[in-house]
């Protein structure tokens, strides 16, 4: 009963209207920055690497790894064989288009939170809650909002998210190495603690050398995969772009469900728009608001344009996937005999390597899963922290509590545990539902908020055709008519002096 509760609870909130709604807030904004997501992809790369940390703030591309690894996870490789499965190879496509779209919401979200972010406890914060009372107007009601975002997403990122990660994780160690689930659960609860009880710059750290290193080695893995199968390549292609518009007739049927699934696991793989990017951003120590825009906009990219589609190909070039009706659970095409709906995931893409190397894909895909689930974890705590700091300031007028924050951290690594033990199911299902709350608070607030990010995105091109040097480039929000923006309206009059 509790399975079929949330099952309802996820249809209604993961309807028709939220896959519009980000498709809206994509175009919205890739127009009104006259398509910056490609303009500006050198100034992206360039500011990944500039700027440095501070006793205060992590540096860009800390800020960078911290909300990649939050966006690198199950969901790159879970995530990507649920889309297949269920919307057959159009939904790569779909979850290519809604990256390449939510790369202007991840800069308008990123933007805003870097605008209206606070120094709490020697540490930068921000985030959606921060820029939705203070971009309204600090009134009744932007505050009454940002709690709810705040509450919504401490539910959400500290209980419903976290069992995704874990279980995958369990899953693909106990079928690999046979280690059992329980075994797993004390071992990454172990480990999780350690990180997250040193804070987010220990985070920034971990997420630095981690990130980096795993992603580079699973899209190595990709590269060989592809050149091992290159003749399939156009055919792939072409496979995919017209299962993508139900020009195939063994998908024509499941058009709506190859849309559907390609946004849902594009958003939550990528976040872009779900309001989880903007709490790393603003943690970042830089001179505009606009630069950690450009650079999680580049994040999206890595996500889903490199991870996603290294996924995506392994599946679709080796022919280890099958495709169901999502109505009525049936068969539609079958490429591996003997595998059920309940195989679906992360066994996909473990089969698909093991054509090149027998053996190897289950511990290789383990390895990678343990890697990307296990920073998802760290990025999640500290998401979670950033919201409820801002609660407990709220409600204790201004006091921090390290009895909240422990009892935080006790509960996801209670959840990390729960996950490692629950069906696979189950806990996508309460991802999907945090995932989906988050977005339907986010993706209205920025879009409400797009005057103020976008006066940032001028302000920072045109100082930039100025010719000033990315270096030097500031900010001053009174100039621009933007108020609210304490942190750097201070920043200035001390620069000023």
Partial sequence: MMEDIITTINNIVWSNALVVLCFISGIYFSFRTRFSQIRNIKEMVGLLFSGQSSEKGISSFQGFCTALAGRIGTGNIAGVATAIAWGGPGALFWMWAI????????????????????????????????????????????KAYATLFAIVT???????????????????????????????????????????????????????????????????????????????????????????????????????????????????????????????????????????????????????????????FMILMTGCYNTFNEFTKNIMVENMPGYAIEDIGPVYTQNAINTLIPGFGGAFVAIALFFFAFTTLMAYYYIAEVNLTYLVKKFTGGKSSKLSINCLRIALLAMTAFGCIKSAGLAWTMGDIGVAMMAWLNLIAILALSKKALLCFNDYESQLKAGVPRDEISFDPIRLGIKGADFWEQKHHNKAK
């Fill in 99 to 142: 990256a390449f779209l939510g790369a202007g919401s991840a800069f308008a979200e990123s933007t805003l939170g870097q605008l209206y972010k606070e120094e709490h406890d020697g540490e930068y914060r921000g985030g959606p809650a921060y820029y939705i009372e203070k971009g309204f107007g600090s009134t009744t009601f932007s």
């Fill in 154 to 312: 401490v539910i959400a990122i500290g209980i419903l998210l976290p069992g995704v990660q874990s279980n995958s994780i369990a899953v693909s160690i106990n079928n690999a190495f046979g280690i059992s689930v329980n075994v797993t659960a004390v071992f990454l609860v172990i480990l999780t603690g350690v990180v997250i009880f040193g804070g987010i710059k220990r985070i920034g750290s971990a997420a630095e050398f981690i990130v980096p290193f795993m992603g580079g080695a699973y899209i190595l893995m990709a590269v060989v995969i592809i050149i091992a199968n290159i003749g399939d390549l156009p055919g792939v292609i072409a496979l995919i772009f017209k299962s993508a518009f139900g020009a195939e007739a063994s998908f024509g049927g499941i058009l709506g469900s190859t849309i559907a699934w390609g946004v849902k696991r594009g958003v939550y793989s990528n976040e872009a728009g779900q309001g989880t990017g903007p709490q790393a951003s603003s943690a970042a120590e830089v001179s505009h608001p606009a630069k950690q825009g450009f650079v999680q906009a580049f994040s999206v990219y890595v996500d889903t344009l490199f991870v996603c589609s290294a996924t995506g």
